[in-house]
């Protein structure tokens, strides 16, 4: 299958960013860190707080089957 122009220029650049990423590499991840250290906090507490109201809403459930048991219903009492 040939390769046309524009995907073997595609191609080049990607290799070149690649050797310029690879030899700058300590440099990019020192300024990078940050920002993706507080990107990684604000997704653990994003999963978090989603983790707790999943979690809640679930005890709620459980907790509305339980009382559901142990107190029949109106139609349950009259059989």
Excluded: H
């Amino acid at each position: 299958m040939p390769v046309t122009t524009s995907e073997f220029l595609f191609l080049c650049g990607g290799a070149v960013v690649g050797a310029v990423g690879a030899k700058n590499y300590e440099k990019i991840k020192e300024k990078l860190s940050p920002l993706l250290a507080t990107a990684g906090d604000a997704a653990g507490d994003a999963y978090t707080a989603a983790a707790r109201r999943v979690g809640e809403r679930i005890e709620a459930l459980q907790d509305a089957m339980a009382e559901a048991r142990q107190n029949p219903g109106p139609q349950q009492a009259k059989n």
